[in-house]
């Protein structure tokens, strides 16, 4: 039988993908239809299926979907797929560039630089994310998204979480509610002192530099833990010598009792 080749192995795997992507978001499960659509871009595994106009159309849409949907929230994973990436080698004036500079800001912007896009990009992100329902989902997103950003500083006052996300001291509480909600935070409100201490920061995505700040944690850790095992080992071997010590010393004396006991009936 005729051996089959990569690009018919990628096909069809594209096509299995498609359909599950697409039955699923008919049935409303927006959480796996999405992961199904990233399936189905990682399957365009050469450069010129990633910039072929199948991928790009199968990229903003999975791109455009995915800032719309309400509990979307990492848009790392997208940036890494070739599609995606080849949507920023597109004229700066199409649509599909506007695309990736939107899922960049998603991915690892503020809300600040969300709101000058949406300013000057009113009628592409009307026709890309949808009407007003849509927009207002994007703009509740990316505030919850600097406030992950803003977090990673430890503890801040109210009025440093209202400078960032662009909101009234009095409702600082509701949106750090909303982003331990929805497991991208851990904190503590302390409403005497109008503060935010921030524990668990999720990663908005990992840069070189992370990986690196990773890297030299795990380095750091490992060197601690060689440290308590080679304490550990010590503690063991000065044991064994004590106990062996000991031992000795216990034959010594039984070896000298007889000994003693002659020199006493004498």
């Known amino acids: 039988s005729a051996r089959v080749s ?3 192995r990628h096909g069809w795997a594209r096509q299995i993908y498609a359909y599950l992507a697409e039955t699923l978001q008919a049935d409303r ?3 796996d239809a999405h992961e199904y659509r990233v399936q ?7 450069q010129s299926e990633a910039a072929s106009p199948a991928a790009q159309e199968a990229a903003v849409r999975t791109v455009s979907l995915a800032i719309a949907a309400p509990s979307c929230y990492q848009f790392g994973p997208l940036m890494d797929l070739a599609p995606v990436q080849a949507l920023g ?3 700066a004036a199409s649509n599909t560039h506007k695309t990736f500079q939107l899922l960049s800001i998603f991915a690892q912007g503020t809300l600040a630089e969300y709101t000058a896009f949406q300013l000057a990009n009113k009628d592409f992100l009307s026709a890309s994310i949808g009407g007003t329902s849509a927009s207002d989902t994007c703009e509740r997103k990316m505030r919850v998204l600097t406030l ?3 977090a990673s500083r430890g503890e801040l006052t109210y009025a440093q979480v209202a400078s960032a996300i662009q909101c009234g001291e009095d409702e600082v509480e509701q949106w750090v509610i909303r982003a331990v909600a929805a497991k991208l935070v851990e904190a503590k409100l302390d409403q005497t002192k109008r503060s935010v201490s921030f524990g668990y ?3 908005r995505v990992f840069t070189s530099a992370e990986w690196k700040n990773l890297a030299s944690s795990l380095g750091q850790w490992k060197e601690s833990v060689s440290r308590v095992l080679a304490s550990v080992r010590a503690a063991k071997a000065a044991g064994k010598v004590a ?3 000991g031992a000795e010393q216990a034959v010594a004396n ?3 009792a007889p000994a003693d006991d002659a020199m006493d009936t004498k």
């Open 201 to 203: 920061v999720a990663q």
């Open 40 to 46: 189905y871009l990682s399957a365009f595994a050469t």
């Open 29 to 31: 499960n927006f959480a």
């Open 254 to 256: 039984a070896a000298a």
């Open 6 to 8: 990569a690009a018919e």
């Open 89 to 91: 080698k597109t004229p």
């Open 243 to 245: 106990a062996q010590a």
């Open 148 to 150: 992950c950003s803003v």
